[in-house]
């Protein structure tokens, strides 16, 4: 059995600055797959970027936690403030979720979100969420009926195997280990009835995806399908200034330059060739095969 990896890219049309980035990873380093943001301030810049590289898969990257809805405000007044912005955190999200007037609002923003990136001709590999929220039960079954509906093939499953990187992986930060927990103790909660990647890596190292966690990750990749997550980008402040007047600020974006040099680094490119990885995008878990990526 061969080993692939699925190296994802979040926040897909978060800033230019960020789309910016991910397209370098893709075209000079290992990335192969990004999470689109339906409701991001660059969303018709990503979809630009999109067109000219044929090899990355594109899934979505719902949200119910930062910006405005794409739906309009008065059909999902569940999840909105007094400012007309959505807000939140992953046990808001899954609080909130025991609520039937918010999953309903969720389910009609969840299908704004899809509908838009499909009406701008994106097709969708796969589904994950802002900060794992969806992997809550109430989410989740939303998520996996809309999937269905739109014939989205495959999910990201955020089950981090965090006592793992512990003992291995190199840099382990507390927030990251601990919010891993967290977000692998819920999604085990239930079975996705679509496909996903057997593993999973990144949250542990959120923001932290440098070269030696790379060289240590790659060096020990298990056989089967494996996501590494990660938030590539160039830090340009005054851009993401920008971004977070309408999305909200984020600590991860002064980190962003930081992942994509690793996801650029000769000696990652080299790690991937010498232990015989395949790099796909996320239909390779979908269908057990895939168009290899450029960057392999």
């Known amino acids: 059995m061969t080993r692939v990896l699925i190296v994802n890219a ?17 075209r000079e380093g290992i990335l192969t797959s990004a999470t689109l943001l339906s409701n991001g301030p660059a969303f018709s810049d990503a979809v630009e970027r999109i067109g000219r590289a044929a090899d990355l898969g594109v899934g979505l990257h719902l949200n119910l936690l930062r ?22 955190g992953f046990l808001s999200a899954g609080l909130r979720s025991c609520s039937r007037a918010f999953r309903q609002a969720a389910e009609y923003e969840y299908n704004a979100q899809i509908e838009k990136a499909l009406r701008a001709g994106v097709r969708l590999t796969h589904l994950d969420s802002e900060k794992h929220h969806a992997v809550w039960p109430p989410l989740a079954r939303v998520v996996e009926r809309l999937a269905i509906r739109h014939g989205i093939p495959a999910l990201r499953r955020p089950a981090e195997a965090v006592w793992t990187c512990l003992r291995r992986m190199p840099g382990v930060r507390v927030r990251g280990l601990m919010s891993a927990a967290v977000v692998r103790s819920v999604a085990a909660m239930r079975r996705a009835r679509l496909a996903t990647p057997g593993r999973f890596f990144g949250q542990v190292h959120i923001g932290a995806m440098d070269e030696a ?18 938030h590539p980008g160039f830090y340009l402040p005054q851009e993401l200034s920008a971004a977070a007047a309408e999305m909200g600020a984020s600590w991860i974006d002064a980190r962003r ?31 057990g095969s895939a168009h290899p990526s450029s960057a392999a």
């Open 213 to 230: 966690v790379w060289l240590r990750l790659l060096d020990a990749l298990a056989e089967g399908v494996t996501e590494v997550m990660t």
């Open 257 to 287: 330059e930081a992942e994509l040099r690793a996801l650029c680094s000769e000696r990652v490119r080299a790690a991937v060739q010498r232990n015989a990885i395949d790099l796909r995008t996320f239909a390779a878990c979908a269908t």
């Open 67 to 88: 910006g405005r809805p794409v739906a309009p405000p008065d059909r999902v007044a569940a999840l909105v403030g007094a400012d007309g912005r959505m807000h939140g």
């Open 10 to 26: 979040d926040d897909f049309g978060l800033a230019e600055c960020v789309n910016r980035g991910i397209e370098k990873a893709h």
